[in-house]
């Protein structure tokens, strides 16, 4: 069965760095897109970035853009979001999310998220 299991939150100061891991299994990590979602405190789910199976096309929301990276690597079947700069807005339970392209970048798959903190 597919499974997401997101790591690497934590406690990061502002302006600091985190990198958030996501190890699939159960499926062909490879032949699928993949985004990273947050939810801060009180708040409803924000998209954060999105990679396409092959890694050809990457987006970001605009946001994160210049101090987020998202990469995968196929080999491991694990994706990555490596977060730079970051601030208190950050704060949020990030998770990795398998995207269906064929059925309209549905996201049919979800880990349970691991919660990234930004504080002094």
């Known amino acids: 069965q597919v499974q997401l299991v997101e790591s690497g939150g934590g406690l990061a100061q502002p302006g600091g760095s985190l990198r958030l891991s996501c190890a699939a299994s159960g499926f062909s990590f490879s032949s699928f897109a993949m985004s990273w979602v947050r939810q801060a405190p009180g708040k409803g789910l924000e998209w954060v970035s999105g990679?396409?199976?092959?890694?050809?096309?990457?987006y970001y929301t605009d946001s994160v853009k210049g101090r987020f990276t998202i990469s995968r690597d196929n080999a491991k079947n694990t994706l990555y979001l490596q977060m730079s700069s970051l601030n208190a807005e950050d704060t949020a339970l990030y998770y990795c999310?398998?995207?269906?392209?064929?059925?309209?970048?549905?996201?049919?798959?979800w880990g349970k998220g691991t919660l990234v903190t930004v504080s002094l």
């Open positions: 999310a398998r995207v269906l392209v064929a059925r309209g970048y549905v996201m049919d798959y």
């Open positions: 990679i396409e199976s092959d890694a050809s096309d990457i």
